[in-house]
């Protein structure tokens, strides 16, 4: 091979060793601020606007304990009504009643003089500051229990493609079959019905509808209920017949289809049977190409993870109703990875535990229904569309979307796993915490670390060759470009509008991403050292595209050294510590490249 | 084969219909199923197990595909 590494390798060593220390040190920094969002209740006040007064009514909260008789007393001299503002009251003394506003002043003036008030003042209305203004949103209990209208202040899945493996959707106008009101819209890009063999995975259903919103319903239009990443592209995958059952090899088929065009996320929301290779083939097929398969556990009820979900690289969702505790019917086991809202209708015998989403009515694919339904593959959904809200805020692999998922989950912060709930209760806004995700500011940090740590590892290089400058080895356009290229990418692409073009988007992240859309996530050839040393090997370590060379070989070390100290995952390499090594020694391959490439060009070399 | 049970009707997945067998075997239900809709119908089927099948059920009782249904 052409390039040399003259020079000692030993102080450059020690000297990279203490700037990846340092690194790790600004990346543990980083992560700790990620994973403290569970003690951040002053920080969800904070994220409430201040309100409005609500003229006409106040609230009274008398001392912890008090009595509905005991105010119902006092009532009587105050002339007004209270009462308990929930079933909290009994215990923390909560009070709320109608006043005229006229007098309202002056009555809680008397009211604070009593000594069993701790305090009485007006009511006032706090809001997230998007609340989407669809008209039944306030149903959609479930995606308050995830913390969606915060969540959606970072993302709301733009430019992530989600696969619906189900029954279809209703997402065209053709023949019988309507576009659901709360549909039109949306984002769509072309699926297939492996059924009907064609191109028109129409739901003759509801199932899978139903599935698509709670995913991506269109949201803040006025009409119907919310979905979480309402900016993502849905595509719809038929594999279920008008009766909701299918075969292993039509999953399995779909499945494949979805990986080879485009999607990052699929969601599947069916199961059942017996093991199927076939399939299992599939799910590691789609997991190698960098997208995360979302399943059901199952609705058995029972200490059994159903087929797909229990296949190695799904990730297996059980469901919780409105309370927060496992469904009854909810499946659970070894293989469970987190719990999301699936509902319960049967708890408390009420309609409106389920789940809320406008699909399709039962045998008639023309007309329009809004349905509660309950199950685990009304769960399954809930996990999808934050993955895809995770991925669209800047996680680039499964790996990664996974690990917010389980970090930012309710209960997390305990680190116990369970079979019934896995790493917890889906929260959204805790995943894009975890993740390192801001309003505004969606994965920067791990740019920005990248950015830092390429900085420093250049002037690391640097201090190895003191004679280099005298040599005439200047740092020039090339050079910084192809560094700021190869550790952040072209970020701006999103901004231009171009974000979510098929290999144009993965332009937009660090080098490391590039081949994702071709060769899947973590694929060896862009996890490694391997791309500088073959531009070099063809010739562009010599004449002007050498200071790029090194630039690059400089930005791509330092992405590689942020991937391994955040347990990004290599493909073909099972152990996230043999990934890591891996990662390390790539990234210390990338920076003797570069400093065999400057200190020729410092010799003069041409 | 054949099986002779009641059709029960389950509140999950927005609603899909199963076989009570008369051997007290649940078994989920695909194929010729249409006119298999009502709560407590008894009924003979006529189909095969299929060990490979999926299903909004997902409940991973055995999948009874139907090709011939008749009422009791």
Known sequence: MAVRTSGSAVPMFLLSSLAVVGAAAALATCSGRAGGHKSAGPQAAADLNSGELVADTIVVDF??????????????????????????????????????????????????????????????????????????????????????????????????????????????????????????GARFVQGYDFVNDDEHANDDHGHGTHVAGTIAQVTHNGEGVAGIAYKATLMPIKVLDANGSGTSADVADGIRFAADHGAKVMNLSLGGGARSQVMADAVAYARKKGVLVVCAAGNGGRGVVEFPAAYPGALAVSAVGPTGELA?????????????????????????????????????????????????????????????????????TPEEVEQALFAGADHARSGEWSERLGHGVLNAKGALQALGATPGGSGWWKRLASLLLAIALWLVTRMSLPRMFRAGFKPGAGFIGALLLSAMGLFFLPWLGLGSVPGLSALSKPATEWGNWLLGSGNWLFSSAALPILLAMIGLRRGM???????????????????????????????????AIFLALNAFMALLMARAVMHSAGRGER | MKLKGTIRREDLEGGYIVLLAEDGQRYL???????????????????????????????????FRVKKANKL
């Open chain 1, 63 to 184: 001392q912890d304990g008090t009595t509905k008789a005991t105010y119902d007393e006092l009532e009587k001299g105050w002339g007004i009504d209270l009462e308990f503002n929930s079933v909290e009251g009994t215990q923390d003394g909560i009070t709320i009643g109608r006043v005229d506003p006229a007098r309202r002043e002056a009555l809680l003036e008397k009211i604070r003089q009593d000594p069993r008030v701790e305090r009485a003042e007006a009511l006032v209305r706090v809001h997230a500051d998007f609340v989407p203004n669809d008209p039944q949103f306030k149903a959609q209990w479930n995606l308050q229990l995830i913390g969606m209208p915060d969540a959606w202040e970072v993302s709301a899945g733009e430019g992530v493609t989600v696969a619906v493996i189900d029954t279809g959707i209703a997402y065209e106008d053709a023949g019988e079959f309507r576009t659901v009101p709360d549909l039109k």
């Open chain 1, 328 to 396: 009854s019917y909810s499946s659970w086991g070894k293989e469970l990875d987190i719990a999301a809202p699936g509902g319960d209708k049967r708890l408390r015998g009420r309609e409106e535990d389920g789940i809320l989403q406008n699909t399709i009515a039962p045998g008639n694919p023309g007309r329009s229904v809004y349905a509660w339904f309950n199950g685990t593959s009304m769960a399954t959904p809930h996990v999808a569309g934050v993955a895809a809200l995770l991925f669209a805020a800047g996680a680039s």
């Open chain 1, 545 to 579: 595209a050498r200071g790029a060379l090194a630039g690059f070989s400089i930005g791509l070390a330092a992405v590689l050294l942020v991937k391994a100290f955040t347990g990004a995952g290599v493909a073909w390499l099972s152990s996230s510590v043999l990934a």
């Open chain 2, 29 to 63: 239900l695909g194929g010729a199923t249409k006119a298999l809709r009502h709560e407590g119908l008894k009924v003979e089927l006529e189909g095969e197990i299929d060990p490979g099948g999926v299903s909004i059920g997902n409940t991973g009782e055995p999948l």
